[in-house]
DNA sequence: ACGAAACCTGAATCAGTTGTCATATTTTGA
DNA sequence: TCAAAATATGACAACTGATTCAGGTTTCGT
């Protein structure tokens, strides 16, 4: 009846204490990250991630408690990479508009680089739904408060910015599933030159034609 | 080192012969609906489908050849009621953009209405990511059609429109994710006029400010 | 009414998984 | 240098859940 699993059980395990932990620990993550970019995560069992990182079985439950506690892990890791990625890329923009596509290039080459990043998030969403939200409500929190901003000094129409936030992450979303990650068989120039059209006129007919 | 597996074995079931193994397999596909919606693929058992419709595990056999298989035509399934849904939405719509928020309108409402839809098809993308492509591809190709239909009559920019689609779809997916699916806390209405004036006059200021 | 075909049953099988543990090795720090 | 702490091993216990199958029940066509 119900999909929610506590911890009632599984330790919680203790971090590294020397050098040599914090090697092996991270080399399981990125494993994990490997093993579930590739195969997903329920086919990926926790034999392929300790295959793909060198160590035994065993040694994957010195630092994780389950299969589980390491894709959350590797969620919250991966936002952070890409919102400092994309935070990155916008910091000296000129303007709003100019900051969405920097943005969007920034992100397109980032879902092209890391192939991994929808896969694992995807899939995180039926192994820990919180931790999916978690994901799109910071990002969408950032992205609220440039968005406000921009609006409040008047670089942009006044409008429902929260709305405006999920509007444009689904179309960056989707834009970069597309053009990204399946087939990138579209410059990337035409994807940032057609959005900056849309996000400066919308799909309505110039008033002066 | 690859994901995709072949129907190398599992002969294909047949289509029932009488109304009763009609009504049977129909109860089983309506129970996997509900079964995979609540409790996703990987948690839902065999048994919890084949409980929820009311008949015995080895029924289930009769008529679907493994549970993936059963998965991927309620993919197509969903995929043809909500391509109906939508078209009829907007049959008769005035202009385009018109027809976008009706059809955003009608996408949220059905969305409220059937909330397994995200949940099946999303799963359905690692348990088979042709099946998804297709849904995506299917959809986009209805799309593209009234795009550049409307592009040519000149009812909207011209551009790029295989670009658009995604763009659009994206919007689309997002929003219903938030505001029909996760929490319905801000009324319809806002999201259509958003969208509306966004697709109208992008994020740019009036021209005439 | 009756034989054949279709349909249904559910316990048993079977492949594959996670997580444990007793033991071995390496690192640390005094 | 050497004992304690930390880390690593890998075989395997315990479990899960999909699929099969031999045999019963219902429906269909004549």
Redesign the interface.
Known sequence: MN?IKHNTKSPAREAPKTARGARTRAKILKAAEDAFG??????AGVSDITRLAGVAQGTFYTYFATKEDTLRELVRDMGHKVRAHLAAAVKDADG??AA?TLGLKAFLQYVADNPSLY?VL??A??VDESIY?EY?EAFGRGYLRMLADATRK????P??D???V??????????G???AL?EQD?PVD??I???S???????????KS
Chains 1, 2 share one sequence.
């Open positions: 999909t590739s195969l997903g995560y329920h086919q709003r508009l969405e896969r995807q899939e969403q039926f939200r799109y008047g670089e942009i129409r409008g429902n929260e709305i405006r999920w509007a444009l992450m689904g179309l960056s979303n989707f834009l599933l597309r053009f399946w579209v035409d994807i030159a057609t959005v059209d849309l996000l400066q006129h919308g799909l309505a007919l110039d008033p």
